[in-house]
Structure formats: structure tokens, C-alpha cells
């Protein structure tokens, strides 16, 4: 069974500054795809960025980037420009290959932004 | 925008009482999710459905059934509540493509004392 951990319970960042958060991932598979999702403290998940295991470059949306390393299973995110507003819980996520497949995630980090 | 909505925010019940949590999603999805998250732990699925009337166990089936009798519709069902079923409950929907996101409703907290 696929697994995804994070190691980071918790991370801090001054605004304005650039924090990455990590996530590993255990799969035998070889297509799959990787989210990162964002709760606030308003508890709605939200999409933060998506890759697709068979596309080499790294995903990015606006200040959200990863770091994809397929061989290692690693996908770590990177949050530029850091603000207040990116203060949340952040979870990593795996989807296999099929349709209906579950989304797997780790236990979560939690993002503190410092003013 | 997809929107899921999950019909409580907060819930609270007692030992025994039999609980329905209700999902609903307004993009004619076919996969639909029940997720429980407890601090600690993260999201851990109980149960999902890929289309009307059917169902999979997800990872914590146990104290749990589901029903889904129409395509837009998922509900969680707690035959007998207990205190350590207290939790935050996640529905989620996401359309048939490979590699679809899910999108998540607003959350239930459930407190069952």
C-alpha cells in the first residue's frame, strides 16, 4: 500500500521569506500523481498544486513550487514571498493510477507565518 | 467552481443515537470520498463510492456505513455513535479523469458525548 510521510510537524517562516515544507512517498508504481493541499483554519481543503509522476518538470503556481525527485519519492513544496495569509496546515497527497483511485495523505505540517 | 456541501458544521450526539453526516456535490462527479481527520493523524479514508450504489471500504471502515442512492448525493451513517467517533468528517468528489484533485466540502465536526 502506498504511503506518504511528512516529516515536519510543524515549520515556521518570517513573511516575505521562502519555507519549504517536505513530503516522502513509499509507491511500486510508476504513473501516479501528487498534491499538496492547503487548510486553513476555515477547514476548506484547497488545491495548492498537482504533478504527474511521468512529467519531469517540477509543477509551479505562482509563488507555490515543488521540488519533484521521482527516483528519491520525494516532492517537497516551496512557498516564495511568504504571507500571512499562507499560514495553514499543508498536506501531501498520492493518487495512483486508476480513476477512482483513493487520495493517500501524510499527517499534515503546520505552517506558522511570523509578521 | 465545483462546490460540495456538507449539510452540518457542527454536530452534537450522544452515545447510541444512530448519525447521518450528508454530502453533496453539484458537478455530476462520479467518485465521491468520506474522510475522517483527527490531529495527529491526517486524513484517513473510510469509505468512497465510483457510482451510484456502489461502495469501497476505505482504510477505517469499522462503525461506518455509507449510502449513496443518487449520483450527487454520498452520506456517512453511524449505525451507533460513539465518543471515539468524535472527529472532524471530510466529503470529497472528483470527476473521472485519471489524476483528478478531489474538492472537499467545508467539514463536520462531530462530538459525540
Known amino acids: 500500500a502506498q504511503t506518504v510521510t511528512q516529516s515536519q510537524p510543524e515549520m515556521s517562516v518570517q513573511e516575505a521569506e521562502t519555507v519549504t515544507l517536505s513530503c516522502t512517498y513509499d509507491t511500486s508504481e510508476s504513473d501516479y500523481y501528487l498534491f499538496w493541499y492547503k487548510q486553513p483554519p476555515s477547514r476548506q481543503m484547497i488545491l495548492v498544486i498537482r504533478q504527474e509522476a511521468y512529467k519531469q518538470q517540477n509543477a509551479t503556481e505562482n509563488r507555490f513550487s515543488v521540488n519533484f525527485q521521482k527516483a528519491a519519492k520525494s516532492f517537497s513544496l516551496k512557498i516564495s514571498d511568504s504571507q500571512l495569509g499562507d499560514a495553514a496546515m499543508y498536506f501531501c497527497a498520492y493518487r495512483g493510477q486508476g480513476g477512482s483511485e483513493k487520495l493517500v495523505f501524510g499527517k499534515g505540517t503546520k505552517l506558522t507565518v511570523n509578521p | 467552481d465545483v462546490k460540495v456541501t456538507q449539510s452540518s458544521r457542527y454536530l452534537v450526539k450522544r452515545t447510541g443515537e444512530k448519525v447521518f453526516l450528508e454530502c453533496v456535490q453539484d458537478?455530476?462527479?462520479?467518485?465521491m470520498f468520506w474522510y475522517r481527520q483527527d490531529p495527529g493523524l491526517g486524513l484517513r479514508l473510510i469509505y468512497f463510492s465510483y457510482d451510484v450504489k456502489m461502495k469501497e471500504k476505505g482504510d477505517i471502515p469499522e462503525g461506518y456505513s455509507v449510502s449513496r442512492e443518487k449520483k450527487e448525493r454520498f452520506s456517512l451513517i453511524l449505525e451507533s455513535a460513539s465518543t471515539n467517533q468524535t472527529s472532524m468528517y471530510l466529503c470529497?468528489?472528483?470527476?473521472?479523469?485519471?489524476?483528478?484533485?478531489?474538492?472537499f466540502g467545508n467539514g463536520t465536526r462531530l462530538t459525540v458525548t
Open positions: 458537478m455530476d462527479h462520479e467518485n
Open positions: 470529497a468528489s472528483s470527476g473521472p479523469v485519471r489524476g483528478s484533485p478531489l474538492h
